[in-house]
């Protein structure tokens, strides 16, 4: 049995270096994805056990790459964390809405998400 | 406490007109039917009167020559012809020791009369009795009585009254009748007039009345019908200003809520583009505490910290920007600028990749520009560094500058990918983001062209993009020479 496959749709740089960084010190594979787009197609490339998924996104943004996924019913399993800057009760009720298994506000504790991709996996 | 007694009668405005009516035409009346009543009494009075003189006359002719031959049997045949008339009672030849001789009552004769003279036909009330002298040749040979009957002058006198009476109630009841359609034509316009007050002081004030005549009441009317026509501009003229004012509060409140909207939403993003650098910060950071890093992994780490701190500085800087640009406390500092100057200490600040041409065309003696030299110069910084990003190696930037006689206009041209229609008009806003690789690689404020807009336009100028998708973008602002 391999690693578990994370997938960081995320758009800033550094945000994807510092996930990486954290993901794969505990012993998960990383795969990126730098907009929405590019996200569903790689979910569907490789079938990844879990998705951090930022809001603020090029093409399409977290919430309807969110909603696409949980609606197919090949994707709708996989654990969605919502990892965003905003911090507005709308925002973290609509991530509930599309179906987002959790929401992680930026800035972010490493050690806290570790623990919630655990529990969630 | 003083109790005050007050007769009120609450009587409608037609009874009273009725009434007075009514009370003037009966006086009138019971006066006419009086003197008429009183006239006809006398007439008939004097009629009887005149009767009794004519028969005074002829008993005398008839009976005085009979006296003197003593044919009594003539004297009684022409006593009971005459009062066969139905107005003669009786009739009496009585001698002058009072003792009648004939009379056409048979039992009074040869009897002491009994009967005396009435004083005034006035006041006898069923038979008028007189005497007159039967004299002839200053000898009195007696007198004659007759009694005259007054039932008759009773009765017509009595008739005459009913008859005057029953005309005068008759007159009445046709004067009511007149009166109460006449009253009903006075009134009907003071009614329909109280009916449009009724409904002006309803508020409705688009009635008008129907004005008939050129009267009292139709001054009144068409005085009723001005004071509705003012009242309705009036009311009009009101509803119309509280209506627009309404609109302006409603507007003005719109624009309030767009712009606390507007406000919010810009905490917001700010809030959002902060927290970006600082996850990055705050994450290597406690990485390079926590973790067991290698001297290269450190390194970098260690630059992205101080990148995204550069980063942070600069959109705090952007926002200060910004802000002080919206809220109308961004100050310039105008000085005369060598434009061409300007731009080639631009050109030399900046780094540019060595596969990237940049082409400067300037006409010729350039004009002075009174401008901020630090503000036009980070206009122009933003907007070569939007190009670099977008050109690729081996492309060329155009940096061109021109001026008229109001105006000297800079474009800067690339030849990249070029901003699709629909996108052209949303660049100048702020945290406006292309949905493309290279903005989504850039990690700005999202604010440089809603500076540079700002900016430019505090100048009075004007700035602007042109692009066909596919063939690469200009943008161009002009600034006035004065």
């Given at each position: 049995m391999g690693n578990k496959k994370i997938l960081v749709i995320e758009d800033q740089k550094s945000i994807v270096e510092l996930l990486k960084l954290n993901l794969t010190i505990n012993g998960y594979d990383v795969i990126i994805a730098r907009d929405g787009e590019e996200g569903v197609k790689k979910v569907f490339d490789k079938y990844p056990d879990l998705i951090i998924l930022d809001i603020k996104l090029p093409k399409s943004d977290g919430f309807q790459v969110c909603q696409q996924l949980k609606n197919n019913i090949q994707t709708k399993h996989i654990p969605i964390i919502f990892l965003s800057a905003f911090t507005q009760k709308t925002i973290v009720e609509k991530g509930k809405e599309v179906g987002g298994d959790f929401f992680v506000q930026k800035p972010f504790d490493a050690i806290e998400l570790i623990k919630i991709i655990k529990k969630l996996l | 406490m003083e109790k005050r007694f007050e007769l009120k009668i609450d009587l409608s405005y037609k009874t009273k007109l009725l009434l007075s009516i009514l009370t003037v035409s009966a006086i009138m009346l019971i006066i006419l039917t009086l003197s008429q009543i009183t006239f006809l009494r006398n007439t008939l009075i004097e009629r009887t009167l005149i009767r009794v003189k004519t028969v005074e006359a002829l008993l005398n002719e008839i009976v005085l020559d009979n006296i003197i031959e003593k044919d009594i049997n003539s004297i009684k045949k022409s006593i009971v012809l005459i009062t066969r008339q139905p107005f003669i009672e009786f009739i009496s030849i009585i001698d002058n020791n009072d003792k009648i001789i004939l009379s056409s009552n048979n039992s009074l004769e040869n009897r002491i009369n009994p009967n005396k003279d009435s004083k005034d036909i006035r006041e006898v009330e069923k038979i008028f009795i007189k005497s007159f002298p039967l004299e002839k040749d200053k000898k009195r040979y007696g007198y004659v009585q007759v009694g005259f009957s007054l039932q008759k002058l009773t009765k017509d006198i009595e008739t005459a009254t009913y008859r005057s009476f029953g005309i005068s109630i008759v007159a009445i009841l046709l004067i009511i009748g007149v009166a109460w359609i006449i009253?009903?034509?006075?009134?009907?316009?003071?009614?329909?007039m109280k009916n449009i007050s009724d409904i002006i002081a309803k508020g409705d004030f688009s009635k008008r009345l129907n004005i008939k005549t050129k009267d009292i009441i139709g001054e009144l009317g068409i005085s009723l019908n001005s004071m509705a026509e003012q009242l309705y501009d009036l009311t009009n003229n009101l509803n119309r200003k509280i209506k627009e004012a309404t609109l302006e509060l409603e507007e003005s409140n719109k624009k309030l809520k767009?712009?606390?909207n507007l406000k919010s939403e810009f905490v917001s993003l700010v809030s959002h583009e902060l927290r970006t650098p600082l996850t990055a910060i705050i994450g290597f950071a406690k990485a390079n505490r926590t973790l067991d890093l290698t001297e290269k992994q450190k390194r970098k780490y260690l630059l992205i910290i101080e990148n995204e701190g550069k980063r942070l500085a600069k959109i705090i800087e952007d926002f200060l920007d910004i802000s002080k640009i919206e809220s109308g406390k961004f100050v310039l500092d105008i000085t005369d600028i060598d434009v061409p100057e300007l731009i080639s200490e631009i050109i030399n600040s900046i780094k540019i990749p060595e596969n990237i041409k940049i082409n400067v065309e300037l006409s010729k003696n350039f004009p002075k520009l009174y401008a901020d030299r630090n503000r036009l110069k980070q206009v122009i910084i933003n907007i070569i560094g939007n190009a670099l990003k977008y050109t690729l190696s081996g492309g060329k930037i155009t940096i061109c500058g021109e001026y008229t006689?109001?105006?000297?206009?800079?474009?800067?041209?690339?030849?990249?990918?070029?901003?699709?229609?629909?996108?052209?008009?949303k660049i100048f806003n702020k945290f406006y983001r292309g949905n493309d690789d290279v903005s989504s690689e850039n990690e700005g404020s999202g604010l440089g062209l809603s500076i540079?807009?700002?900016?430019?336009?505090?100048?009075?100028?004007?700035?602007?993009?042109?692009?066909?998708?596919?063939?690469?973008s200009k943008f161009i602002f002009s600034l006035p020479r004065e």
């Amino acid at each position: 049995m391999g690693n578990k496959k994370i997938l960081v749709i995320e758009d800033q740089k550094s945000i994807v270096e510092l996930l990486k960084l954290n993901l794969t010190i505990n012993g998960y594979d990383v795969i990126i994805a730098r907009d929405g787009e590019e996200g569903v197609k790689k979910v569907f490339d490789k079938y990844p056990d879990l998705i951090i998924l930022d809001i603020k996104l090029p093409k399409s943004d977290g919430f309807q790459v969110c909603q696409q996924l949980k609606n197919n019913i090949q994707t709708k399993h996989i654990p969605i964390i919502f990892l965003s800057a905003f911090t507005q009760k709308t925002i973290v009720e609509k991530g509930k809405e599309v179906g987002g298994d959790f929401f992680v506000q930026k800035p972010f504790d490493a050690i806290e998400l570790i623990k919630i991709i655990k529990k969630l996996l | 406490m003083e109790k005050r007694f007050e007769l009120k009668i609450d009587l409608s405005y037609k009874t009273k007109l009725l009434l007075s009516i009514l009370t003037v035409s009966a006086i009138m009346l019971i006066i006419l039917t009086l003197s008429q009543i009183t006239f006809l009494r006398n007439t008939l009075i004097e009629r009887t009167l005149i009767r009794v003189k004519t028969v005074e006359a002829l008993l005398n002719e008839i009976v005085l020559d009979n006296i003197i031959e003593k044919d009594i049997n003539s004297i009684k045949k022409s006593i009971v012809l005459i009062t066969r008339q139905p107005f003669i009672e009786f009739i009496s030849i009585i001698d002058n020791n009072d003792k009648i001789i004939l009379s056409s009552n048979n039992s009074l004769e040869n009897r002491i009369n009994p009967n005396k003279d009435s004083k005034d036909i006035r006041e006898v009330e069923k038979i008028f009795i007189k005497s007159f002298p039967l004299e002839k040749d200053k000898k009195r040979y007696g007198y004659v009585q007759v009694g005259f009957s007054l039932q008759k002058l009773t009765k017509d006198i009595e008739t005459a009254t009913y008859r005057s009476f029953g005309i005068s109630i008759v007159a009445i009841l046709l004067i009511i009748g007149v009166a109460w359609i006449i009253s009903d034509k006075l009134l009907n316009p003071l009614r329909e007039m109280k009916n449009i007050s009724d409904i002006i002081a309803k508020g409705d004030f688009s009635k008008r009345l129907n004005i008939k005549t050129k009267d009292i009441i139709g001054e009144l009317g068409i005085s009723l019908n001005s004071m509705a026509e003012q009242l309705y501009d009036l009311t009009n003229n009101l509803n119309r200003k509280i209506k627009e004012a309404t609109l302006e509060l409603e507007e003005s409140n719109k624009k309030l809520k767009e712009l606390d909207n507007l406000k919010s939403e810009f905490v917001s993003l700010v809030s959002h583009e902060l927290r970006t650098p600082l996850t990055a910060i705050i994450g290597f950071a406690k990485a390079n505490r926590t973790l067991d890093l290698t001297e290269k992994q450190k390194r970098k780490y260690l630059l992205i910290i101080e990148n995204e701190g550069k980063r942070l500085a600069k959109i705090i800087e952007d926002f200060l920007d910004i802000s002080k640009i919206e809220s109308g406390k961004f100050v310039l500092d105008i000085t005369d600028i060598d434009v061409p100057e300007l731009i080639s200490e631009i050109i030399n600040s900046i780094k540019i990749p060595e596969n990237i041409k940049i082409n400067v065309e300037l006409s010729k003696n350039f004009p002075k520009l009174y401008a901020d030299r630090n503000r036009l110069k980070q206009v122009i910084i933003n907007i070569i560094g939007n190009a670099l990003k977008y050109t690729l190696s081996g492309g060329k930037i155009t940096i061109c500058g021109e001026y008229t006689d109001e105006d000297i206009i800079i474009s800067i041209k690339d030849d990249g990918p070029g901003i699709k229609k629909e996108e052209l008009e949303k660049i100048f806003n702020k945290f406006y983001r292309g949905n493309d690789d290279v903005s989504s690689e850039n990690e700005g404020s999202g604010l440089g062209l809603s500076i540079s807009k700002g900016i430019i336009e505090m100048h009075k100028g004007n700035i602007w993009a042109e692009s066909e998708f596919g063939k690469g973008s200009k943008f161009i602002f002009s600034l006035p020479r004065e």
